[in-house]
């Protein structure tokens, strides 16, 4: 059960970060706050998802594929997002740049499979790791929608 913990634990730490990250952007670009909110709301119910899996981890009804999950790649995309939250602030990032992150963020969630770490024979568990993975697509249209916004 401890790398399963380990696993949900950093996921959801990758969930608060890349929220608060949004949440800062929402303030930085007063224009487009709505959008940047919402993106941090979705993000924020994401890690409550997560926050109650892990009574499913504890009771052994996920199986985990530890061949595909590298705990030190996402513990560095932690250490990413915090930099970025940290640096934010004071940079010269322009709203198109912000859209530009995301975008990128969210594509590499996609491409490195985040959800799919997870197996399990329980249905409720495969809808919630199918809707995870689901709501990341919506979040990487949403946001590409935003580039009209800023030109």
């Known amino acids: 059960m401890l790398i399963g913990t380990v696993i949900i634990n950093l996921l959801r730490s990758h969930e608060v970060k890349l929220a608060e990250l ?3 952007y929402g303030r930085r670009f007063p224009a487009q706050t709505d959008q940047w909110e919402q993106l941090y709301r979705d993000e ?4 409550e998802v997560l926050g109650q899996l892990f009574a499913l981890i504890s009771a ?10 590298n705990a030190g790649a996402l513990q560095d995309s932690i250490h990413y997002l915090e930099q970025l939250i940290s640096d934010t602030p004071g940079s010269p990032l322009t709203p198109a740049g912000a859209i530009q992150r995301a975008i990128d963020l969210e594509q590499s969630i996609l491409e490195s499979n ?3 770490v997870f197996t ?3 249905p409720e568990i495969r809808k919630e790791f199918t809707a995870l993975r689901e709501h990341t697509r919506e979040h990487l249209r949403f946001i ?6 800023v030109k």
């Open 144 to 149: 590409r929608t935003l580039t009209s916004l």
């Open 22 to 24: 949004y949440r800062l």
């Open 44 to 47: 924020m119910a994401h890690a």
């Open 114 to 116: 985040f959800f799919e």
């Open 120 to 122: 399990s024979d329980a």
């Open 60 to 69: 052994g009804n996920i199986q985990w594929d530890t061949t595909r999950f």
